[in-house]
């Protein structure tokens, strides 16, 4: 089978052996692979991120010198079963799946182990346990954005928001693109993005958001006033005197007016912030410019040391989230969110490839004004085509908040 094969940062199409599916694993073919931005990561500092994946209790991450094909964000379909399976799924079934491979008493991260080859290949493995069928007939290219919008739907629901908080979307890139689809998915009232990129910003209009600001120009926390938000210190002091102040001229115990209070919802309104950028000093600037009690959901991926003022968090009394991956559960309530029409991700998509455009498609995506997410269809031959690109002369709402 043909397969792009990296090692020590070079890729190149080869030919590999068709794996032999053991026990509770299915061989399928691929039909779709989402390319992420891990891969492009992974291709460049995979001893780094080795080296803090093991620092984490995970040993399987592909070390330089190894082969790996990568590839996580799959749709393909069934063709052989392996022994052990129970063949509830038959051969010929379209198919999405968790990322991951259990070899003996170890399980590998599809497209991350040399022992778990991932999707840039015409065919690979799957484990039975976590696969699901796709439903409602949902096309191939829609199906292989459930694993990335699955990693929107845990952040999202990390977030705990309800319809009236406002959330604020830190990065458009497809990390933040993908939340802010769940987040219109979840009847958020108000959905504000930020990127320094223009082509982001049209994604993330089309994707959802309602405010969409150039943080060159605009900070998504400067009108903090009227999203009904406390800016600063001074106002949490004002709110808790204040109240109490207020409390203590009805004829009941202030006390048992609090509780009550609390009891029925009434808590100082904050905004929910992802971060989806991951690079550094930008979570001590979410945490500079946020209001008091914001709950702070860390999507974006920082491998580097960065520095934090635990001080001001403390002051602003800010919930700070770190978030990974998804439950099998978040997954496949992705899928059928996308294929019941719930959950519109198709602007995510920006261009498609065969297995001999994949280094073409790697440099394209250094572009954040031409691509958030690019497929791969190992079946084809097709150099990169462009489709849905960001356009200046879409409508999309910029500026300051009103």
């Known amino acids: 089978m043909r397969a792009v094969i990296c090692r020590d940062q070079q890729l190149r199409v080869g030919d590999l052996d068709l794996p032999t599916p053991a026990t509770g694993q299915m061989l399928v073919q691929v039909l779709r692979c989402g390319i992420c931005g891990s891969d ?12 803090l994946m093991r620092r984490s209790g995970y040993d399987g991450f592909v070390k330089p010198g190894q082969e790996v094909v990568f590839g996580h964000e799959i749709c393909a379909e069934v063709v052989e079963h392996g022994l052990g399976c129970d063949k509830k799924i038959k051969p010929g079934t379209v198919v999405c799946a968790v990322p991951v491979l259990r070899n003996g008493t170890t399980i590998e991260m599809l497209g991350f182990s040399a022992q778990a080859s991932g999707g ?6 799957l484990q039975e346990s976590m696969m699901m069928p796709v ?27 309800k319809q009236r908080d ?15 689809c769940v987040l219109k998915a979840r009847g958020i009232k108000t959905i504000i993005a930020s990127d320094f990129s223009a082509g982001r910003r049209v ?13 060159a120009k605009d900070s998504p926390f400067a009108n903090w006033k009227a999203m009904g938000h406390i800016g600063e210190l001074s106002g949490a002091l004002e709110l808790a005197v204040g109240t109490r102040e207020k409390l203590g ?29 991951g690079v550094p000093g930008l979570l001590q600037n979410v945490i500079d410019g946020a209001p008091m009690f914001s709950r702070v959901v860390v999507v974006g991926v920082c491998m580097q040391s960065d520095t934090l003022e635990p001080a001001i968090a403390i002051n602003k009394e800010i919930d700070l989230r770190f978030v990974l991956g998804y439950t099998p559960l978040e997954f496949r309530d992705t899928l059928h969110m996308i294929a019941d029409g719930k959950l519109n991700c198709a602007p995510l998509i920006t261009g ?51």
Request: charge should be negative; charged fraction near 15%; proline fraction near 10%.
């Open 40 to 51: 492009l990561h992974a291709r460049q500092h995979c001893g780094h991120w080795g080296d």
């Open 120 to 125: 840039y290949a015409e065919h690979m493995l």
């Open 135 to 161: 439903p409602n007939g949902l096309s191939p290219d829609l199906a292989a954005l459930t694993e990335p919008m699955a990693v929107a739907l845990h952040a999202v629901n990390r977030g705990e928001l």
């Open 166 to 180: 406002v959330a604020i979307v830190i990065g458009c890139g497809p990390v933040g693109l993908a939340v802010i």
């Open 203 to 215: 994604l993330a209009a089309k994707c959802g958001a309602d405010i969409v600001l150039d943080p």
């Open 249 to 277: 001229k009805l004829p009941l115990p202030w006390w048992h007016t609090w509780r009550l209070a609390e009891a029925f919802g009434a808590k100082p309104p904050r905004p929910v912030i992802f971060e989806c950028v």
């Open 352 to 402: 498609t490839v065969g297995l001999n455009g994949v280094e073409q498609a790697f440099t394209a995506l250094g572009d954040p004004e031409q691509h958030a997410k690019i497929l791969i269809a190992p079946a084809t031959s097709i150099p990169l085509h462009n489709v849905n690109t960001p356009n200046d002369s879409n409508r999309i709402t910029s500026g300051p908040m009103a």
